[in-house]
Nanobody
Framework: QVQLVESGGGLVQAGGSLRLSCAAS????????MAWFRQSPGRLREFVGH????????RYADSAKGRFTISRDNAKNTLYLQMNSLQPEDTARYYC????????????WGQGTQVTVSA
């Protein structure tokens, strides 16, 4: 089992920035590919991006490219999502997830952290 706890969400004005964190515990963090997803009311959960176990490989949804950066610190068992140039359409609950393989199913999820971007 991998336990994941997100933090860093909040209210920000359009054009602002936030950095989300995801603290992992339980199993060896560096064994897992990690991803960020988001979901807003009435919409399906949306993939934001993922990062490989070593942090060398990342992939982003088109909506995140150029604005969001995923990184990880395996020594601190922590995943990050740096979000810049935030827009109201980025308002959602953001979740981190862990998978044994990059791009595979994600069996482990955190409880999410709310990000609200005001116009």
């Amino acid at each position: 089992q991998v336990q994941l706890v997100e933090s860093g969400g909040g209210l920000v004005q359009a054009g602002g920035s936030l950095r989300l964190s995801c603290a992992a515990s339980g199993r060896t963090f560096s064994n897992y590919a990690m991803a960020w997803f988001r979901q807003s009311p009435g919409r399906l959960r949306e993939f934001v991006g993922h990062i490989s176990q070593t942090g060398i490989t990342t992939r982003y949804a088109d909506s995140a490219k150029g604005r969001f950066t995923i990184s990880r610190d395996n020594a601190k068992n922590t995943l990050y999502l740096q979000m810049n140039s935030l827009q109201p359409e980025d308002t959602a609950r953001y979740y981190c997830a862990a998978s044994p393989t990059v791009g595979g199913a994600y069996p482990y999820w955190g409880q999410g952290t709310q990000v609200t971007v005001s116009a």
